[in-house]
């Protein structure tokens, strides 16, 4: 589904991405792992079309996507999160996730060239009623979506996100790209600040994922997660891929390790395990 | 060859640029560390230059000792400014900062006015003038000073920034305010030192530019903030030394546009120039490309709030009421409430802009002078009956609005507002200079008053009815838009426009169709205000309408349909109602604002 | 007698009145309702009006003149503002005629207010052609272009013998004017305008300007600008070196233009229908009182304002302080004494003053004096 060829990104002197390759397959789930500063979200950024690559292709189901951007993207169905949060703050948490369904949007939307944005006006005042039932079909999913995160997210559905508890607006996060009903969900460290119970929470959910077949790209600093849940572990340090395959062999690559030993804080993620 | 005159422009070019620069270098400095465009540095040139002026002729003193007494002078009020003005506001939303620099500017304006009178004073060069020849003109010793010190100022503060501990946290402060402080960086005191230099800087401006003209007035301010923005736009959001390249290049330009084309297009060069610069470089010249943006955590673009929500039987009661008012008889009232109503078109369009997009637009009122001409021209020279003209004089301006607003919808802050700035003013400058179809500075006269069927609407009673009809009509409708998809794509783009466009909200379009709403029903405002004033002419609907809709819309809460149009009332009202305060009123109505900006920044209503 | 229907009537009368708010009670003085700037970029005006209607109904009372008073809102001189403001003053019956605004902008936006109340609109400084065409209640007593651009062209190209003019005019509808009745006025007197430029108020940097306006190679300048701008203007001209004679429009008429201009403004013709040093009688006396009253020389837009007032003393005296009795009062009033003109009388098809007096006048020694004749040195 999505193919990675060579791709490469330079900030002045740092080669943040040097050359990666990575493909990903209907219903995989693949995670990328490295120390800090490794080249992991702007991979990300560079898949999602948020940055643009100075070298290296994307192809996304056959279609060359390299720099493309982020709404194309969406429109694709490729749907991600933020490492550090991006949600809407002054949106509520139930607006927030229907952001996320907007590219499902048919009636509202339609698909008329030059004078569509006109049309769209005219029919979000006007609200016909294919308008009204897709709207409020939309909002059933969007519950139904938070649901999946128990009692975490739904009391709060038409409270502001700004007044969230961390690990909340994490949740709302993925919520909010879950319901782009994406064909590849990425994710970028979703339990980053969460404690174990949380985290644990968090993995069962992702695990729920994976099994209805959900396709997945995860950057993870916690390993015993990226173990459990990997089908393939890509790790990278310094902008290059370091190893690549089944998690147990690349958690066992002494490059890894060696690249994990280098970095202090990836020592102390390591000893936690 | 021609080679002279051009000599001379350029010679002329560099000499006006140089006072642009001086005042860029300032507002580059508190860019670079507050993130804040500072509208009130126009204001502390001012009162820099009465400093002079007063120094001069009540203690006659000399130009070192004049200049020492601007500096300290200039430099305490800068320490003022940040420490009561604006250290309160830090941290609570971008936008609070900016609005208060606008009512201090509002506020040290009127005080020296009453201070000092509104008559221009006479401020005399002391440094003796003598002249060189240079190609077909002179530059004056004063010329030479001024340029020392744009470039002497410029180059000690490089000094200062690089090699002194201060200078270092200033940096520091430049770079991350959060992490700064966590470094142990007083950044309270890295403010006030940034306020206290750019605002000596500043004064040292207005002295010099004041003995330069031997003209000093209370209203050079805005004229000085506008060019130095421009400039320092030019030379890169608070990059110090590109400032004076911003500075040099805009007065070349203007130079140069009056070479080719004459003296009325100097201004119409310089506002195209800004908006070139900023499609095309908007980090300005010196600077490479500035990367993606820091992920914020969440949006801080307006201040968090949860919005007063209005019992639905208070508001239609206040519409009912509303509808009632003329069966009293007070004329005069309703003409202030028709006013106000007036500026709740342009209101309500603007707090979907900027409320609800957070597009902060400060070139609105061009929607109504666009509006009020089409209008206007379509009565007058095609004969249109007015109710015919009025809604096409809207459609018109949503067409143009969104034509003319293009170049800006990808850029972000601080960039939107000042392209919009700029092309307010090229709309101004086009209606000025475009004789042929607006008639120039003769501007509109003999307009039809509105009407409906055939039925003109003199009286002032059957206006304000139309006009409260048109308001809660647009309301309604705006209020329809923003609780469908549209709503909430616009509110996604303005909370953060990168997370907006990575879930397929294409941030342009859905800009472009706010820009296109907002611009309908400020078409109709001010084609409606056109035909009750029966005259227009460019100044009708110029850039200080423009900030008083922003302050509207802020008073109201950002995005608040009510809050709109409660803003626009109480803000068409309250001058009126501190008439009993004579001279001070426009002061009064500055601390007014002052005090909403620093106890409730989220409006009136609260954010939507 | 009081008997229930008088009783009635009584009751009917009061609530009338409360809700009229304004009515005049017998003794009141009659009111003079003047929209102006006080505050804002303008408000240098409003206080020069301010200044000359106290002295004039100082004078007026002191002869035991009728009751007659004057309120000033402050409009800023913004047509949002000055709409408000005659809405105020239609609505109060106490206010007889009404003054202001200052700029046409503002002015001609409340004009059909006025015209519809029948209430005048007396525009004294309101020079733009269409004001009075506003309809019957706009009158103007400002001085009208089409007379004054010929006598300064006539000044210009045939007494001071410039054939090749440049004119630099604000680009306001004022000076558009101006400087359109000028450049026909002279070249119907056989002289060339060879460069036009226009600019905008508050402008500061002339020099480019004055570079095309060199290369033009005029014999003179000629300024359509206020004050200010004509100081300033003139201190660049010098400093460029240019060494054309400079003459500019009556408005630059004023004291101000000495402080501001210094030794660039020495040389400077102008022509004014006011100037302290006329011998006329009305105009030494206006000087002298103004000078007692506030310490300084009155300009012209001070003269006009003293002017107005006065105006206004003797229609109410002669005919009433009403709004009816002003608007046949104007149309019928002949020969009232005025700084400005020596005497006004308005023509009723215009409803503007014809017969500006203009004396002509230069600056000598950092002085207006009158011009003696001498043609400049053209070489
Ligand atoms: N916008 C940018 N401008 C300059 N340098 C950047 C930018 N974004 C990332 N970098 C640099 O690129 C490198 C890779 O950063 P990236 O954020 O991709 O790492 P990461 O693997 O996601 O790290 P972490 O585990 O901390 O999230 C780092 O050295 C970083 O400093
Ligand atoms: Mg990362």
Redesign the interface.
Known sequence: MLQVRGLARR?GGVTAVAGIDLDVAEGEFVSIIGPNGAGKSTLF?LM????RPDAGSVRFDGVDVTGA???R???LGL??T??????????SVL?NV???A??R?RA??PAVPVLG??L??AL??I?PGS?RAE?RALRADAEKILAMFGDRLLPRRDQ???GLSYAN?RRVEIA?ALA?RPRLLMMDEPTAGMNETETAEMQELIAGLKARGQTILLIEHKLEMVMRLSDRVLAMDDGRRIAEGPPDAVRHDPAVIEAYLGHASMGQAEAAE | MMLGPWLDYTVNGLIIGNIYALLAVGLALIFGVANLINFAHGSVYTVGAYIGWASITFLHTPLPITLLLVIVGCGLLGIAIERVGLRALHGRSRIAPLLATIGISLVLDQLVQLICSPDPRALPNQLGDRRFQIGGGTIGTLDILIAGIGIGSAALLYLFLRFTKLGWAVRATAQDQDAARQMGVDTDRVNMTVFAIASALGGVGGVLVGMYYNDIDPNMSFDATLKGVVAMMIGGLGNVPGAIGGGLLLGLTESYGIALFGSSYRNLFAFALLILILVAAPNGLFQRRRETPPEPLTGTFVARSRPVRLPPWLVAGAVVVAALLPLTNQPYLLQTLTNGLLSALLALSLTLVAGTVGQISLGHAALLAIGGYASGLLALDLGWPVDLGVPAAGLITAALGTLLVYPALRMRGHYVSIATLGIGQIVALVILNWTGLTRGAMGLTGLPPPEIGGFDLTSVRSVYWLVLALVVGIALLQARLLSSHLGRAWRAIREDDVAARSYGVDANRYKAMAFAFGGFGAGVGGAITAHVYSYIDYQTFSATLSILALTMVILGGLGNIVGAILGAVVLTALPEMFRFAADYRMLAYGLVLLLLIRYRPQGLLGTV | MLDRRSLLAGAAAVGVASFARAGRAADAPAIVGVSGPITGPMAQYGAQWKASFDLALEQSKAAGGPAVDYVFEDSQADPRQSVAIAQKFVNDDRIFIEIGDFSSTASMAASPIYQRAKLVQFGMTNSHPDFTKGGDYMWSSSISQAEEQPNLADYAVNALGLKKLAVLHLNTDWGTTAKNLFVKAAQDKGADVVATEAFLPGEHDFRSTLVRIRDANPTGLVLEAYYADAAVIARQVRELGLKQPIAAVGSVYSPKLLELGGDAVNGMFTQSNFFPDDPRPEVQAFVKAFQAKYGRAPDGFNATAYDTMNLVIALVKQFSATREGIHEGLAKIKDVPSVVYGSMTFDPTTRRVAGAKFERLTVKDDKFVLWDGTKPNLG
């Open positions: 900030f950024n999602s079309g948020l940055d951007r982020p709404e993207l969406a429109a749907a991600r933020f490492q550090h949060g991006r949600v809407f703050g002054n949106l607006d229907l952001v996320g907007h590219t949007l509202a939307r944005a006109l769209e006006l979000a005042a609200l308008v709207e502001p996100a700004f607006r909010r782009l």
